[in-house]
């Protein structure tokens, strides 16, 4: 076998040893290495190697450039799986804070909501704030077991809600203002 000394130089201490003092050049440990002539690459076999790349496909085949025709970027839409926690972040399911007994809060027992009594076959309360007419509807029916015609809510100055409640017909606002006990 037959050796033939290559003309590189590898430098050890740093990439580039023309910037390094010429005193550290001095004191460097360079190394040649040599390369094996004689060995050479069987043509047959290598012709057999390229034949087989083709043949698969897979070796030449250039990925195409992707042609943007507009400025603007937009992310492309990734994979969202649906949420499938390990356990529930909140222990104990919400509590409803406005049930029939926190909608109404007291009946107005001023001389206006009485007469709005024996006038208009109306009874007046107090609600609260977040409650709406439905709300309010359904907390009569169930809480005094009376049907109701209409509902007409206003705001008060001092920030709480008054419900004008309209009974219908088969209902005297009296009779169920004594059972209540508002008289």
């Excluded at 400025?71 to 492309?76: G, I, K, L, M, S």
């Excluded at 049930?99 to 076959?121: F, Q, R, V």
């Amino acid at each position: 076998m037959s050796y033939v000394a290559c003309s590189q130089w590898v430098c050890y201490l740093a990439r580039d040893w023309r910037r390094l003092p010429r005193h550290v050049c001095n004191s460097l440990v360079v190394v040649s290495y040599a390369v094996d002539t004689t060995k050479k690459a069987d043509p047959k076999a290598k012709a057999l190697k390229a034949a087989k790349a083709v043949k698969s496909g897979q070796a030449f085949k250039k990925k195409d450039k992707k042609i943007r025709t507009k400025v603007t970027f937009h992310r492309p839409k990734t994979l969202t799986k649906a949420r499938d926690p390990k356990y529930p972040r909140i222990s104990a399911t919400p509590r409803n804070k406005l049930d029939h007994y926190g909608i109404l809060k007291y009946p107005l027992t001023t001389e206006s909501a009485m007469k709005k009594i024996e006038d208009n076959n109306t009874l007046v309360f107090i609600v609260d704030i977040r409650a709406d007419k439905k709300k309010i509807k359904d907390a009569v029916k169930k809480m005094y077991d009376i049907q109701t015609k209409k509902v007409n809510t206003l705001i008060r100055p001092d920030g709480t809600k008054k419900a004008y409640v309209r009974l219908t017909p088969d209902y005297d606002a009296l009779d169920v203002a004594n059972k209540i006990g508002i008289i």
